[in-house]
């Protein structure tokens, strides 16, 4: 019996134009891990509770929990972003990983609907290196808290 091979079998074409598109313009989130909270901490030479009071927010998961993700600015620029990404060497693995996202690797039709210059052209990246890259991701949880409700919401039956 034939194994399912995934679209991407023979490898993708990317390579990143630097354009920034990924970075601004449309909302989003970039949800952090513990070694990238590490790695900007350090660059930044800033203590981690002052790192995630200035430049992250958490955002409400459908599990009852909570995730670490950057800020945005209004204009929905990430908060790193100054006429190009302030952070590169110290960016998220989410960000050094794109477009090698499980949500845009499910399928063909998610992998051409992308609309980014650097996608379908450049390096070819062999399967095998794409599902290093998954497995790096699954391997690296995003941060997360429970979410706590206050006792006086909960009690009125708001929930």
Not at 105 to 115: G, V
Not at 131 to 141: F, G, H, M, N, V
Request: charged share 30%; hydrophobic share 40%; glycine share 4%.
């Amino acid at each position: 019996m034939p194994v399912d091979r995934p679209f991407y079998a023979q490898g993708l074409r990317f390579s990143c134009a630097r354009c920034s598109e990924c970075c601004r313009i449309d909302p989003g989130f970039v949800f952090l891990r513990k070694k990238d909270t590490e790695i900007l901490v350090s660059a930044l030479k800033m203590k981690y509770t002052e790192f995630v009071e200035f430049y992250c927010r958490w955002v409400p998961d459908l599990d009852g929990v909570e995730q670490l993700s950057l800020k945005e600015k209004a204009n929905f620029d990430c908060i790193f972003w100054k006429n190009g990404c302030s952070v590169y060497e110290a960016r998220p693995l989410q960000c050094r990983t794109f477009p090698f996202w499980p949500s845009i690797l499910q399928s063909t039709d998610s992998w051409e609907a992308m609309n980014c210059p650097g996608m379908r052209k450049g390096a070819l990246h062999s399967m095998m290196e794409i599902e290093s890259i998954l497995t790096r991701q699954k391997a690296e949880p995003f941060i997360k808290r429970a979410v706590v409700f206050d006792k006086a919401i909960k009690k009125s039956g708001e929930i």
